[in-house]
């Protein structure tokens, strides 16, 4: 059974940065897939940032420049450092790795 948990969200004025991290318990690969999500009330999950087992990255057009992943294969962790955030990126944001996902967690970005 593998658990993921999301840490790191919170409430951070517009131009702030946050950094979400997501570790992973339980039996997954040492070498994985692993992405971001973010819903936001009334909205439809959209997928926010991702990155290949060999660490190709790619981005929402939205973030493109503000947030960047990454992911430590030894840790079984992931991460989403977002900097210059604005209101429009207040969401939860889940992590999946391989098939599983986070239960997530709120970054709320506010004045």
């Known amino acids: 059974q593998v658990r993921l948990v999301e840490s790191g969200g919170g409430l951070v004025q517009p131009g702030g940065s946050l950094r979400l991290s997501c570790a992973a318990s339980?039996?997954?690969?040492?070498?994985?897939?692993m992405a971001w999500y973010r819903q936001a009330p009334g909205k439809q999950r959209e997928l926010v940032a991702s990155?290949?087992?060999?660490?190709?990255?790619g981005y929402v057009d939205s973030v493109k420049g503000r947030f960047a992943i990454s992911k430590d294969n030894v840790k079984r962790a992931g991460y989403l450092q977002m900097n210059s955030l604005k209101p429009e990126d207040t969401a939860v944001y889940y992590c999946?790795?391989?098939?599983?996902w986070g239960p997530g967690t709120q970054v709320t970005v506010s004045s």
């Open positions: 999946m790795m391989g098939v599983y």
């Open positions: 339980g039996s997954i690969a040492s070498i994985f897939s």
């Open positions: 990155i290949t087992p060999g660490g190709t990255t």
